[in-house]
């Protein structure tokens, strides 16, 4: 079980390996060393594992990329980094990302 400081450090390595390597299409083509690190959370996503694990049914309300669209959550950033094909656009979602996770404060519970 991911603690949130846990889920939050691997996101951003996650997030910010993709922002500064926008020609990587999905988080697979990572290399092996970062995608063995999230490939079996939820999702790929240490963030949706942890916060499934706390807010079953209510994760995307609770995360710090969730969006809301009309009664709905979702993680928008990451469907569209996962829609673009160009490195641009590519590379502007996963800084939006990685920026609204810095920003997510996280008790530390050492």
Known sequence: MLTPKEAKELTLEVWRYL????????????????????????DTCPLCEYFTQEYEGEECKHCPIGVQD??????????????FASNTNKRQQAAKIVELVEAWEVEDAD
């Open 70 to 83: 009309g009664n709905d959550f979702n993680c928008k950033y990451y469907n569209k980094w996962s829609y």
């Open 19 to 42: 922002r500064d390597h926008p020609e990587i299409k999905k988080k697979s083509e990572m290399p092996y060393e970062i995608y063995k690190k999230v490939e079996d959370c939820q």
